[in-house]
């Protein structure tokens, strides 16, 4: 099994035959260093499946863009699932290339990106150059029976109003148009990300 640093996980199962974890892994973890050099490579969305049969281990890259902050609809957290959810900013990008190096302008995709872990397939949803998009949030539509039948909620920072939105796109409509971008007076930074948990099921 190839040695990587995992940084966030998108989700792992027991199917009763295999165990399956999907996550963000970087080549290498430099803890004197902000982020690793560009000749490890950039963080990559990665599947890592062991067989309870015969303890055989087998790994893929599901994704080779530069992405980060992974996410799934909460109910399906140690269950298996189809669908992903994760972004992809220009820092990213910046973070493991050369200063030096010339980049195309198609090298800064500001997105999100769904990913049909079933299909092996992605969509994307391309916000402008420049801007800052931030982790997506899946929420279920009230009575939805599909997996995908939801919203996807991320704060998009706009550099040229130095503020925020909390835009919300439909996850089954993924590169539509918002359904709404609610424009913030601030910005919002990154900061430490979580979830509450209730102290009783239910």
Known sequence: MQRVFVSHVLN?????????MDYVGFPAFHPDRRYGPAADGPPTLRRVSVDL?????????IDERA?????????????????????????FVRAYVPDHARLPDSAFSNVLIKHDLDAGRRELHRFPRGAAVGEPVFVAREGAR??????ILAYVHNPERGAAALV??????????????IHLPARVPL????????????
């Open 12 to 20: 792992g199962y027991d199917d009763g035959t295999t165990v399956v």
């Open 53 to 61: 049969h015969d303890g055989r281990i087998r790994e893929q890259v």
């Open 67 to 91: 992405l980060e902050f992974p996410r799934l609809d909460d109910a399906l957290v140690s269950r298996r699932h189809r669908f992903g959810y994760s972004c992809c900013a220009e820092d």
């Open 146 to 151: 599909a997996e995908d039948d939801g919203y």
């Open 168 to 181: 919300i796109l439909a996850a089954q409509d993924f590169g539509g148009r918002p359904l709404a971008a």
């Open 191 to 202: 900061g430490f990300h979580g979830n509450w948990i209730p102290t009783t099921p239910g």
